[in-house]
């Protein structure tokens, strides 16, 4: 078990700084009490540290990056006991160098089966693939709310034929549970 954070798209220090204290913090975690905010973190960092996470009780920030991916490949669970800007549990935003091709490409969030308090929203990540193939209501615990997800990446392979439309990644082993 370790402690969250609560700093929004706020950082201190240079990108070597904000990467330092996320492997300090998250290095062999398995549950994140609090938030977890990935900020700003270059796509040359290895965030291989973040596979050990099964559980987030408040909300996962994304913004600002440029990795490719995110090894968040065993969270099974957003708890939503904190939202970020008041409503949302999951929220995704600008994770790409307009620059350069570095950019945030696949969520991976394959085992990923419940957000129970919160919405989603995942918006403008140039590159970002398999957002829209999701069924976030199947995930989200709340109907009344509405995943945003809009303005991600275009030029997207499909689901594998047997995902039935519903996937986290291209392959067979990306479909959604």
């Known amino acids: 078990v370790c402690a969250g954070t609560l700093n929004g798209l706020s950082v201190t220090g240079d990108a070597q700084h904000q990467y330092q204290t996320l492997h300090k913090m998250y290095n062999n975690c398995e549950i994140v009490m609090g938030n977890l905010e990935i900020v700003l973190i ?17 909300y996962i920030l994304i913004a600002m990056n440029v990795f490719a991916t995110l090894p968040l490949q065993n969270l099974r669970v957003i708890r939503g006991t904190q939202f970020y800007e008041e409503k949302y549990a999951l929220f995704v935003l600008l994770n790409y160098n307009p620059n350069t091709t570095h950019a945030l490409r696949q969520l991976g969030l394959n085992q990923l089966t419940e957000i129970l308090a919160g919405g989603v929203y ?13 069924e976030w209501r199947d995930i989200m615990r709340d109907p009344r709310l509405e995943p945003i997800v809009g303005d991600n990446g275009k030029a997207c392979a499909p689901c594998h034929e047997s995902c039935s439309g519903h996937c986290w990644g291209p392959g067979p082993k990306d479909c959604q549970k």
Request: hydrophobic letters at 35%.
């Open 42 to 58: 270059d796509h040359t960092q290895d965030l291989s540290f973040l596979q050990t996470i099964r559980e987030v009780t408040g």
């Open 122 to 134: 995942i918006e403008k990540n140039a590159q970002l693939c398999h957002v829209e193939t999701v």
